[in-house]
């Protein structure tokens, strides 16, 4: 591609200013023209590349009209003069172009920008967004993810309609041909439809459960719409007339961003979450709903400076497809997991551990154009792209720092910032002309809308706030969680990090975790596997930390001062006093920090299991599985309701210390806090290290000294029955089961329940009595006694469970000195 000579900047802009001040000071046309107008050549509207394109000088009626010659600013050179005040030309390549036009005896020529693009594509490509418009309508719909709603916009005059109902965590939405909005409900996994005319829920669509879609999309014709399931890892395909599931197809782990070619044929999906080794785009074939091919984004390789860096691109939430077809754009963060002191020398540093970057994805080779990857300095969590309708400019929304980047598409430069955004920018859209854009900030609850006229024009590049419009009338977050939520998404506060790099939602967004080992060995740590912060609670199982080394959320304001370089949310002479993560508590000293853990703890639920039978209950597999997950005793260390016993404060010694491993707090290792096991089926890779792939490989593979279970025993069917229970645990009643059995006495007695499940009747038959009498009680799952049977010199019983209604139960044994309780499933 040729790039042109003379591009505009917006340096270039300012000079262009001056050259045509001193123009109209000293020119003056003498005794030719003898008044000038404000603009000496008309301004065009941006044309395509191979069209002519004409350019007038605009003079006084009755001036003289001079010789003009005239340079087009893409290298051809100045051209001969003629007496004329018009020109034509042909651009044969894309750009931004300054035109000249020197006029013969004048030292200073007269400047135009003209923007050359590509031809587009009609109809537009399309993508999965955070907001939409209806061009037809004039109408904006942007999500409410955390207040279950959706806003309803008039683009014209730029107020909220209404914030309408839907189901719980909205996260992206899509327009029908009839302007109707669909929207992608991601806990309830359901799609509402709400009429364009009244705002009014037409339907709900009910998605498979524990699903979890994220992204929606229409095809451009409309025909069918797309919503990807990252719980299952699909991609369903809904014909928009019936609004009924046609089609659906396995797409890979954590399936998040859409983006259709104008023709329909084609698909990309993005996975959020990338493997260790590179980021992952899939093409589908949206004919045959088949997987076409993995497109790999590299692991960046670029050494580190304060610009630049290595790194995995991570947590591809969007996608979005050039107006012209050619490219596919993808916004994300980059991982740099190959530097650490254990792992290179080189210890992490606030500007080389987490960087934010947009890849760019060849569409004729199907394959990533490495060398037009943007490294953005400076600056957190890209998430979405939006171009002009001209394609020329890319608007890359910038999550963490509350900043709109703009990009040259031709050049790959960067042009300037739209700074004035809201918190969170999370989705972008522009109207039809590209006269104005509308910013979706997450976090202050609005749609900022900018003109943006003169910048697709490549007139100015400073940003013009048109309207802020609320998107949420009633807030559902107490003012305390939702203050803590800002603050963990914003890396622009200098108390959180220098230079706007970091912040927690950078490895933790949206509570989770981004699945990287981390090379913490400069902190005094190891290697530590980034946990999810889903169900925790905050502090409610206990220290946090593989090691447990901070007993506060609080504490975090170390991390903040240390591996971010922030300034911190405490005065310097206050964090000396309470500096140690275990000692003396920074609750209440600062307002900033109790807000963060309010945040964090409000996060006290996981993700519904996949795993389960469509109606939430365990499958058989999981049933027997958990029956073995008692027998075994793994409830003594992942105990309770939250399935861990960090509350004690106990480490354990699994057999999986390495010399990456390092230390605690500086100190050698006595051990690891238990994980808890709920939510673990999207967690992978586990224990501390990241060093087990697979739950199995936990088990067996990592366990090789058998100090996690001695599971010798077990034949490959019950260890599988026993991983599908696993996969299972999640904040489903089933814990209630397991809070009744655990703290349990089994070095007395034993007892196996035949059949299980049961219908009629069950057998019951106990070992190692030591008392010659004891009692049977049957529990129903939330704790209420069904039945009692007293036990007298017999260590067998048949009891009648025909009045039982279908479901789980809890069989207790227990006397004076010993006592046992297992699960017991009535069919």
Not at 708 to 729: C, F, M, P, R, W
Not at 745 to 765: D, G, H, L, T
């Amino acid at each position: 591609m040729i790039i042109p000579v003379r591009r505009f900047t917006p340096n270039a802009y300012i000079m262009r200013i001056l050259v045509s001040i001193i123009v109209f000071l000293c020119i003056g046309w003498i005794g030719r023209v003898t008044e000038l107008e404000e603009n000496f050549i008309t301004q065009n509207k941006p044309v395509e590349v191979g069209t002519f394109v004409t350019f007038t000088i605009n003079i006084p009626d009755g001036s003289e009209i001079p010789y003009v010659a005239w340079d087009f600013g893409d290298g051809s050179g100045l051209g001969r003069y003629r007496k004329s005040l018009s020109v034509s030309y042909t651009f044969t390549e894309p750009g931004v172009y300054q035109v000249y036009a020197r006029i013969q005896g004048e030292d200073f020529p007269l400047t135009v920008i003209q923007t050359v693009y590509k031809p587009t594509q009609k109809p537009a490509p399309a993508h999965s967004s955070t907001i939409v418009i209806d061009t037809v309508h004039q109408k904006v719909w942007a999500v409410n993810t955390d207040n279950n709603s959706v806003a309803y916009i008039d683009a014209l005059n730029n107020t909220l309609l209404s914030e309408i109902p839907v189901g719980k965590q909205p996260r992206t939405v899509a327009l029908d041909k009839d302007g109707n909005a669909w929207v992608a409900n991601e806990e309830d996994a359901s799609i509402s439809v709400i009429a364009a005319a009244t705002g009014q829920v037409l339907q709900t669509i009910i998605l498979p459960y524990a699903s979890r879609p994220y992204g929606i999309c229409f095809d451009p014709q409309k025909d069918f719409c797309y919503v990807t399931l990252q719980g299952t890892g699909e991609l369903v395909k809904i014909e928009a007339i019936g609004r009924e599931i046609v089609e659906s197809v396995h797409v890979g782990r954590s399936p998040r961003g859409i983006a259709v070619t104008s023709d329909g044929s084609q698909m990309l999906v993005t996975q959020f979450i990338s493997p260790e080794e590179n980021g992952l785009v899939r093409l589908i074939d949206t004919k045959t709903m088949h997987v076409q091919q993995e497109i790999v984004l590299a692991f960046d390789v670029t050494p580190d400076f304060e610009d630049r860096g290595r790194g995995v691109p991570n947590f591809l939430s969007s996608i979005t497809i050039t107006p012209d077809g050619t490219e596919a754009w993808v916004p994300s963060k980059k991982d740099n997991t190959a530097r650490g002191m254990f792992r290179d020398g080189l210890a992490l540093e606030f500007d080389n551990t987490v960087r934010t970057i947009v890849s760019r994805i060849d569409l004729s080779t199907m394959t990533e154009n490495s060398q037009m990857r943007t490294d953005i300095n400076d600056a957190d969590m890209a998430c979405a792209v939006e171009f002009s309708p001209y394609g020329n400019i890319a608007f890359v929304a910038l999550q963490g720092v509350n900043k709109i980047t703009m990009i040259d598409v031709a050049s790959n430069s960067r042009l300037g910032l739209l700074d004035s955004t809201g918190l969170a920018p999370q989705g972008l859209v522009i109207n039809a002309d590209g006269s104005r854009l509308f910013v979706h900030n997450f976090l202050t609850r609005t749609v900022k809308v900018f003109n943006t006229e003169d910048i697709v024009l490549s007139n100015n590049f400073t940003p013009v706030v048109a309207a802020t419009i609320s998107t949420i009338i009633t807030e559902k977050l107490a003012p305390q969680v939702l203050e803590g939520k800002q603050i963990f998404y914003n890396a622009a506060d200098e108390r959180m990090t220098f230079a706007g790099y970091i912040s927690c939602a950078s490895c933790h967004l949206d509570g989770a975790s981004d699945e990287r080992v981390w090379d913490f060995t400069d902190r005094g740590e190891g290697f530590r596997n980034t946990h999810s912060l889903l169900g925790r609670g905050g502090m409610d199982m206990g220290n946090v930390h593989w090691t447990s080394n901070f007993d506060e959320i609080q504490d975090f304001e170390n991390d903040m001062r240390n591996g971010f370089k922030g300034k911190g949310f405490l005065p310097d002479a206050v964090f000396a006093l309470v500096s140690d993560p275990l000692g003396n508590p920074k609750a209440g000293l600062s307002r900033e920090l109790d807000a963060l853990a309010a945040y964090v703890t409000s996060l006290n639920k996981v993700h519904a299991s996949p795993y389960r039978n469509n109606d939430g209950s365990l499958t058989a597999d999981g049933i027997e599985g958990e029956i073995l997950f008692q027998e075994l005793g793994c409830g003594s260390c992942h105990a309770g309701q939250d399935f861990t016993d960090r509350k004690t404060g106990v480490l354990h010694d699994v057999g999986t210390e390495q010399p990456s491993s390092g230390e605690r707090r500086t100190l050698a290792l006595t051990g690891f806090g238990t994980p808890t096991l709920k939510g673990i089926w999207e967690t992978a890779p586990y224990l501390h290290d990241g060093s087990a792939l697979t739950l199995k490989d936990v088990l067996v593979t990592r366990n090789a000294e058998k100090k996690h279970g001695d599971l010798s025993n077990l034949t490959e069917t019950e260890l599988d029955k026993l991983v599908a229970y696993l996969l299972q645990i999640d904040d489903n009643q089933d814990a209630v089961i397991t809070a009744l059995l655990f703290p349990i006495k089994r070095e007395f007695v034993a007892m196996r329940i035949f059949p299980n499940p049961a219908s009629e009747s069950a057998n019951v038959q106990l070992t190692n009595i030591v008392k010659s009498s004891g009692t049977i009680r049957i529990y129903n799952v939330i704790g209420h006694l069904l039945m009692t049977v007293l036990v007298e010199g017999m260590n067998e019983i048949n009891l009648d469970v025909s009045q039982l209604n279908s479901g789980v139960y809890v069989v207790e044994y227990s006397d004076d000195t010993s006592k046992y309780s297992q699960k017991m499933v009535i069919q």
